[in-house]
């Protein structure tokens, strides 16, 4: 169990919350669930309804289609964001790689921290841009080499 000390230092790093006055991600971190699971535990699967994004507190996780792994998650970090922004199933399944503990938000959670602090959801385009750069760069990168 973290203290809500803990929660504040361990949020205030995930980069969409980092910028968020302290008070702020005090009474958001308060709403968090903690989840633990065991090794090799699928946490949810590509096709599924999603109204939840994970935030890493310990383990390591796997984002993958099938066997292809498409990314993976450390202490941290977070994933899970993309279903409970446009409420689509979600676009990949996640794994535990070994026994993980979370931090969880849900959709209302987040939607309820938008409404009282707005500032959170220009944070959150700010990241979601810098990942579409991100994939845009290693298109272009992956395009440039096949020619």
């Given amino acids: 169990m973290l203290s809500s000390v803990d929660r504040l230092l361990f949020v205030r790093r995930v980069p969409i919350f ?18 633990s699971f065991p090794a090799n535990y699928t946490i949810f699967r590509q096709g599924e309804e999603g109204r939840s994004l994970y935030i890493v507190v310990s383990g390591r996780v796997k984002v993958h289609i099938g066997d292809k792994k498409l990314a993976e ?10 279903a409970v922004f446009d409420t689509q199933p979600r676009s990949a399944s996640a794994t535990t790689l070994e026994p993980c503990e979370f931090l969880e938000l849900t959709q209302e959670q987040l939607y309820d921290a938008i409404e009282e ?6 944070n959150i385009i700010r990241e979601l841009s810098r990942l579409i750069r991100r994939l845009n760069e290693n298109i272009h990168v992956t395009t440039s080499q096949e020619h």
């Fill in 18 to 35: 980092k910028e968020l006055r302290d008070d702020f991600i005090v009474r958001l971190t308060s709403v968090m669930h903690e989840l």
């Fill in 73 to 82: 998650v450390d202490r941290g970090k977070y994933f899970g964001e993309m």
């Fill in 117 to 122: 602090t707005p500032e959170i959801a220009v």
